[in-house]
């Protein structure tokens, strides 16, 4: 029952706000909210491989609370709705807000990639909002291209960092980063990945906890 719905002619009494945090697909989410944070913080100072380990999870976590939230028959609408908006706005997060401190770590925090920055978390968030108020464009289709999509080449980008330059690579990265803001919200139809795809999500997120573990233990070895 929404909190909308009433009780014998009496507003029901909404949920507390904490209980909806025992929702199993919920507590998925936040796992990939944590997982996000942390890319952040290791982006800000500057390890990207941690950075990029922290980010990939964040996809994984995002493809699994849907899974976990479909195989779960007795949640309520309420329970539905408030999931929908919850994994929505953690999202921005993890694939707006992260990709663009990345960008700006890795550019130094120069003026000049304040703009990239901004790019990528107002696509984002327009993307969102789009999203939430129509949905998908038939049973199986995105109107642009979905944001987890950044963070998956974003991470996968960063296996070729030490083998340009770095200041090629800031460029690419900026440009890269770019184009796939304006993907988000091209007007374009993209395939809404499900299924096996799942098992694919889950291979490139273990190699590359793999790869980057291994860069990490090189770095401090």
Same mark, same amino acid.
């Given at each position: 029952?929404?909190?909308?719905?009433?009780?014998?002619?009496?507003?029901?009494?909404?949920?507390?706000?904490?209980?909806?945090?025992?929702?199993?697909?919920?507590?998925?989410?936040?796992?990939?909210?944590?997982?996000?944070?942390?890319?952040?913080?290791?982006?800000?100072?500057?390890?990207?491989?941690?950075?990029?380990?922290?980010?990939?999870?964040?996809?994984?976590?995002?493809?699994?609370?849907?899974?976990?939230?479909?195989?779960?028959?007795?949640?309520?609408?309420?329970?539905? #709705?408030?999931?929908?908006?919850?994994?929505?706005?953690?999202?921005?997060?993890?694939?707006?807000?992260?990709?663009?401190?990345?960008?700006?770590?890795?550019?130094?925090?120069?003026?000049?990639?304040?703009?990239?920055?901004?790019? #990528?978390?107002?696509?984002?968030?327009?993307?969102?909002?789009?999203?939430?108020?129509?949905?998908?464009?038939?049973?199986?289709?995105?109107?642009?291209?979905?944001?987890?999509?950044?963070?998956?080449?974003?991470?996968?980008?960063?296996?070729?960092?030490?083998?340009?330059?770095?200041?090629?690579?800031? #460029?690419?990265?900026? #440009?890269?980063?770019?184009?796939?803001?304006?993907?988000?919200?091209?007007?374009?139809?993209?395939?809404?990945?499900?299924?096996?795809?799942?098992?694919?999500?889950?291979?490139?997120?273990?190699?590359?906890?793999?790869?980057?573990?291994?860069?990490?233990?090189?770095?401090?070895?």
């Amino acid at each position: 029952m929404s909190a909308e719905e009433t009780i014998n002619g009496s507003p029901a009494t909404p949920p507390t706000i904490l209980s909806f945090a025992k929702d199993l697909p919920n507590l998925c989410s936040l796992a990939g909210l944590l997982s996000a944070v942390l890319a952040i913080y290791f982006a800000i100072l500057g390890v990207f491989p941690a950075a990029m380990i922290g980010l990939i999870w964040a996809v994984f976590f995002d493809w699994s609370d849907g899974i976990i939230a479909r195989r779960m028959n007795a949640r309520t609408e309420t329970q539905r #709705i408030f999931g929908g908006q919850l994994d929505s706005l953690i999202d921005i997060v993890s694939f707006g807000v992260c990709p663009a401190v990345v960008l700006l770590s890795y550019g130094d925090y120069s003026p000049w990639f304040v703009p990239g920055a901004f790019c #990528i978390v107002a696509a984002g968030v327009l993307r969102l909002s789009y999203f939430n108020v129509f949905g998908l464009v038939g049973e199986s289709t995105y109107q642009g291209l979905a944001l987890d999509n950044n963070s998956i080449i974003l991470a996968l980008l960063f296996v070729f960092d030490g083998l340009l330059s770095s200041s090629v690579f800031a #460029i690419l990265l900026y #440009i890269v980063l770019l184009a796939l803001a304006i993907l988000n919200v091209a007007p374009i139809r993209t395939p809404k990945l499900s299924g096996a795809w799942y098992y694919g999500i889950t291979a490139c997120t273990l190699s590359l906890t793999l790869i980057y573990g291994w860069q990490l233990l090189h770095a401090t070895g």
